[in-house]
Structure formats: C-alpha cells, structure tokens
C-alpha cells in the first residue's frame, strides 16, 4: 500500500470508454489493454478506434481478450488492426471440445489497460456497450458497473502483471508453431518485463494528478481523489491465489460500524460467510446490493441457500432493479473500498485472473460509499426473510440442484469453497 495516487471513479462504460479513448489518443509509447468481453458494436467502437488510430501514430498497442468472453475478433477488425499494427491475442481459446476439461475453467477475467506507464484503468466494466448484455439482450438503462482512472505508483504494477502475461502468451504461440528460438526470446521477454516497465516510468514526466497528454485533470474533481493510498491486487494461479479474498476478509473482520458491497454474482464460501456473520454478531451493520436479473442457472440458483442464511441472520439484502448489475465494488466503515473485476464466487475467488484496487483513502471510500448508498436507497428492491423462507419447494430443489453442480465442478478442479 502506497500513498500518491490519483483516483478517479468511472460509472460504467458511458464514463469509461471517453477516457480510455482520451488516454489512448495521448499515447505516445504504449498502450496494452486486457478485457474479458470485447463487443465491436456500439460505444465500444470509441475504444477500438482509439486503439487502431494509436497503432497508426507509430504507438505500440496490445490487446488481450479472453477465450470465452471473445471468443473470436470479427474479420471486420482484424483486417484493420493488421492493417494499423495492433497486436492481439485471445486468452486460452477453446477448441472443438469447449470448456470439457477443467483447466480450461481458469480465464482471464480481470479488465486492466496502462498507456506509457503512466495512466491506468481497473474495474469491472467490459468493452461492451452499456445497455448491450450477452445473456439479457438490449437493456432499457445502461448497465451498473465501475472502473478506476489510476496515477501514480501501482501504475508499475498494472504495466508488469500485463507485460508478464504478454510475453507469456507470445511464448506459447511461439512454442505450437514450433518457433523455439522465438518463444525462448518470448520468454526472456518476460522475465526482463519489469526492466522495460522501469524505462516507460523514465517517460513519464509528473503521472500524479496529470492526465497523459500532460495536462491538468480538470473533470474528475466530483468522483475523484488526489494524493490518496492505495494498491493493486491480483488474483491468480501461481503467486497470487488468495490475496484479493484475504483482504476482504482482514476488512470486514476489523469493521466496526458498515459493511457496504455490491456484486453481481454473490456465492460467499465458507470463510466469507463466517466474517460476515460474525460482524453482524458484533453489531455490524452489513448491506449487500446483488444483481436482480437472472442471467444464469448456476450463479443466480446457488447463491439462494447463502443468501437464505444470511438473510436470516440479519444482513440486509438488496436487488439492482432498473437494470443488469455488473459491479464488483466494497466499502467498509468509509475506512477501506476496493474496486475491480472479482465476483465473490468460486468462480473468480478460485479459478479466474481478476484485478482489484484497494484503497484505504477516507475521501474515496466516503465518495464511494455515498453513491453506493444512494443507489441501494433509492434504486434497489430488498430481500426479505420472509420471502426467501416461503419459496415454492420447486424452486428450492432447483437451488440446490445449482449449488451441488457448483460444488462438483470445483472438486473436479481440486478446489474446496
């Protein structure tokens, strides 16, 4: 955790994607995006552009998407990134077979960009049009979701996880087209990634408090902060496989007063459970806003017998109800607030690559919290004890049908929640 960073909070893609594009367009070095879903439809086109007119000035672009949120690039622009020089590569694509073995279930769900080392973005947002969703078509108001504009130190972290990936990635391409001096160089690559990252830094002329083009940040002073402490927090397969959920547990077991989080697909195991309880045994007051959309069979069923739970035991359960939910966002006592790409569910808290910034700013965490905490009052409809604990016995066999399902996959995968 360092002190120094400027942070911004960007709602949704309708914030985002102007300033990924603003960003991009400064660029004078390189600009590396890693995103889950990338959809060439919509306002999403503002970041595709942005990144083809970044390669033409010369800007050296790397784009990374994942298996199966993009499973494929349209011929469209692939053409024109070829053209433009846009490298890119797809995540652990799937082949004739899918999803069938489970070491194909770990993706890369983390939504990260850097531009010269100097300016980065983390949240939850994918590029994909607001109001466009994969599972519940054209919605009638943009979905909910957050990202972070990012100055300042953990900028350097942004940029080695990303190059680190990168290069990996080169070297197993390398590697299946029999390329093995290429993949070898690919993989020295790697290894030197934080060498290269000190040179970007050694571009960067004042990060804190400037935007890229060097110029003062003058729309951002409603949702933003200066000079705050903060960190990047990863998730991952090797290093870092328990470094995100950690940190929610150390804040919600030190909160003395609220507990605020909103997440889109909310299946807490064990350990979670237990720290919320307890800290509604402590006097806690813990709120949680979840998405009210049924998207999918297993997030939305197997989360019921959780939530039954802790509905009981007194935590306040609310459903986003003007649209989809799509965020992954937490306060706690306007002490600690963190925003990133990490789903409280096996899913991301085992399997995925996700990306967090956690920051213990009280200016950020009240900003974040305040906005939050209009959203549930004002734009949520709550979950009652009563509700959930008279459900017809059909729809209760259909949620524990979810949660063994759930629990099977992740014994195939070696993993208990």
């Known amino acids: 955790m360092k002190d120094g960073h400027q942070l911004v909070l960007l709602v949704g893609g309708d914030e985002l994607f102007p300033a990924l594009a603003e960003a991009m367009d400064a660029a004078r070095q ?18 595709a552009e942005a990144l083809e007119r970044a390669a033409r000035r010369g800007v050296a672009v790397r784009l990374v998407v994942d298996g199966v949120g993009t499973p494929s690039i349209p011929e ?10 846009v490298q890119w590569r797809i995540y652990s694509p799937l082949g004739r077979l899918g999803l069938l073995f489970p070491r194909l279930w770990r993706r890369l769900h983390r939504k990260l960009c850097v531009v010269d080392g100097t300016v980065g973005f983390c949240g939850g947002v994918n590029i994909i049009d607001d109001r466009d969703d994969v599972s519940l078509g054209r919605l009638d108001e943009p979905r909910l979701d957050y990202s972070l504009r990012v100055a300042g130190p953990l900028v350097q972290d ?37 060498d290269f990252s000190k040179l970007l830094r050694k571009l960067e002329t004042r990060a804190r408090g400037l935007a890229p083009g060097g110029e003062e940040d003058t729309g951002s002073a409603l949702m933003g902060v200066d000079d705050a402490r903060a960190a990047l927090l990863l998730r991952d397969n090797v290093a870092h496989r328990h470094d995100i959920e950690r940190a929610y547990l150390k804040a919600i077991g030190e ?5 605020l989080i909103v997440n889109a697909y909310f299946i807490p195991g064990r350990r979670l459970r237990k720290a919320l309880l307890m800290a509604v045994g402590r006097g806690v007051r813990v709120r ?25 035991a007194g935590l306040e359960v609310c459903e986003y109800a003007p649209s989809a ?37 009280r200016r950020f965490a009240a900003l ?8 549930v009052c004002h734009r949520s409809t709550p979950i009652h004890a009563e509700a959930l604990n008279s459900r017809p016995w059909g729809q209760r066999i259909l949620d524990r049908i979810a949660f063994g399902i759930m629990r099977t996959v992740l014994f195939l995968t070696g993993h208990r929640y």
């Open 30 to 47: 390189v600009v590396h995006l890693e995103t889950y879903i990338f959809e060439f439809a919509g306002s999403a086109l503002q970041v």
């Open 368 to 375: 974040l919290r305040a906005h939050l905490d209009h959203i």
């Open 255 to 259: 909160a003395r007063q609220e507990v």
């Open 325 to 361: 939910l799509h965020a992954k966002v937490a306060v706690v006592d306007e002490r600690w607030a963190t925003v990133g790409s990490t789903n409280l569910d096996p899913l991301s808290l085992l399997l995925a690559r996700e990306a967090n910034v956690m920051s213990t700013d």
């Open 288 to 312: 949680l806003l979840l998405q009210g959309r049924y998207e999918h069979f297993l997030q939305y069923r197997a989360a019921r017998p959780a939530l039954k739970r802790l509905v009981n």
């Open 158 to 194: 942004m940029t080695e996880t990303m190059e680190q990936l990168w290069w990996r990635l080169q070297a197993v391409r390398a590697a299946r087209q029999r390329e093995f001096s290429a993949a070898w160089q690919a993989l020295r690559g790697s290894s030197a990634s934080g």
């Open 76 to 85: 469209e622009w692939r053409r024109r990134f070829g053209a433009a020089g």
